[in-house]
């Protein structure tokens, strides 16, 4: 049979979550959900779009902001964005309700980015993350990258290498940009074309890039970690210690300094070494204590991550971890009399707390049983002629030849099917 191309098609670098992928993805943010919550993190949900200039705020002089953002005029000529990223959006609505803190809280959704599609990137992709918002304890700094680690473990993933750095306070950065500006432009013919820009006005992204030829000559870079305050240092010393006292294995990247604007001391990345490394980041974060205000908000220290989901399910596939869960469905009804009993008992077992499936369309048994089969369901009820004229019901377990098929009165079958699934009360 020949197919004929669909006039639509999704948007270039999207994709739909089809039923056969949807399970595994919501078992993974049911992991990650589960993890932030046992650590006093609670669901925060913010617009997936926001006035352009909460974006702006985190570097205007970025990739994410300045190239990939989807920017558009709503009809009233506002300017808005898609949110490219979570921590900005989350400082926002911190700025706006000015909660108690320690403010905690965790994320799950889209986000968007005009980038070049390939594996692991999307034009629509998903994070989850968190915020942790209120205090500069380094330790806390220690608890959201041990949360992070506890997510790619319970996804059973262990090809990872987390690195780390301090970016240090305002003092440290002014000393190393000048420092590392000096450097740079005594090097500037050997950058790549497009990184030369940013010597002057952001000399620390070009430590940032992907291209090799810049690569090269920031590899022998000053190291920001010889510039660091004496204060930035003791910050730092302190998370070294707590990952190492949580048996938390890392290293130590001078050159991490990720890409937006608003990161002070600790900066963190877990990188998977079963991808390819243009995709090969699942996660990352740092802290952020100039960030809110910058927003408008009370000067108030944060520290955060947000995790491709996307990446991590293929860092999953990579390490052949966190299979995709089995079917839900438990029991498949099989009528072949006029289909009242399939409506009545699928009803009755899904108020007793059972998954119930049945076929519609008055098919064949053999059809009905083909669907049973097919949906992994480990009961069978089937009801023909004979049991709705002795108001019995007959049990095949789909999964157990030994046990093969039983009948039960009618009126027994809900606590018989309760009994055999193991769910009863
Ligand atoms: P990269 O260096 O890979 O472009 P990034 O530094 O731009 O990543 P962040 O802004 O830190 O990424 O976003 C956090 C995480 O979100 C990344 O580590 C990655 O797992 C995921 N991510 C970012 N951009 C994309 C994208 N376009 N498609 C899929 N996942 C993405
Ligand atoms: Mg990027």
């Given at each position: 049979m020949s197919k004929k191309a669909n006039t639509f098609q999704t948007p270039i670098g999207t994709r739909d979550l089809l039923p056969e992928h949807s399970a595994r993805w919501e078992a993974v943010i049911e992991v990650f959900s589960n993890v932030a919550s046992r650590a006093g993190f609670s669901l925060i949900d913010t617009p997936i779009f926001e006035d352009v200039g909460v974006f702006t705020r985190i570097g205007e002089g970025t990739d994410v902001v300045g190239k990939e953002m989807y920017e558009f005029l709503d009809r009233s000529e506002r300017p808005m964005a898609l949110r490219p990223e979570g921590t900005a959006a989350v400082c926002r609505a911190f700025a706006q309700h000015r909660p108690p803190v320690p403010w905690k809280v965790y994320y799950r959704g889209p986000y968007f980015r005009y980038e070049a599609p390939q594996a692991g990137r999307f034009r629509q992709f998903h994070q989850f993350g968190i915020e942790s918002i209120g205090s500069d304890d380094p330790d806390i700094d220690v608890e959201v990258i041990a949360l992070g680690w506890k997510v790619l473990e319970a996804v059973g993933i262990n090809q990872i290498e987390l690195l780390v750095n301090s970016m240090g306070d305002q003092e440290t950065r002014n000393n190393y940009q000048e420092a590392l500006n000096a450097f740079l432009k005594s090097h500037v013919n050997d950058l790549d074309e497009e990184d030369r820009?940013?010597?002057?006005?952001?000399?620390?992204r070009v430590l940032d890039s992907k291209r090799s030829a810049t690569q090269s000559v920031t590899k022998e870079a000053p190291r920001i970690n010889d510039f660091l305050s004496a204060e930035a240092e003791a910050h730092f010393e302190r998370v070294r210690d707590g990952l190492t006292a949580l048996k938390i294995p890392f290293s130590i990247e001078p050159r991490l300094v990720r890409g937006l604007d608003y990161y002070t001391h600790t900066t963190f990345e877990f990188q998977s070494l079963?991808?390819?490394?243009?995709?090969?980041?699942?996660c990352g974060g740092g802290r952020y204590n100039g960030l809110i205000e910058e927003l408008g908000g009370p000067a108030t220290p944060g520290i955060g991550f947000g995790m491709g989901i996307e990446r991590l399910l293929l860092a999953c596939d990579a390490e052949e971890s966190f299979p995709a869960p089995g079917s839900r469905v438990q029991v498949w009804v099989v009528d072949v009399t006029d289909g009242s009993s399939a409506r009545d008992l699928t009803h009755s077992l899904r108020d007793h707390g059972v998954t119930a499936d049945r076929s519609f369309d008055q098919r064949s048994m053999r059809s009905q049983m083909r669907s049973a089969n097919r949906s992994e369901a480990e009961i069978a009820l089937i009801i023909g002629e004979e049991e709705v004229n002795e108001e019995t019901v007959a049990i095949r377990m789909l999964r157990d030849e030994e046990i093969g098929q039983i009948v039960v009165p009618r009126s027994s079958v809900i606590a018989e099917v309760q009994r055999l699934l193991g769910l009863e009360l």
């Open positions: 820009k940013k010597v002057d006005t952001h000399p620390m079963a991808l390819d490394s243009a995709q090969s980041t699942v």
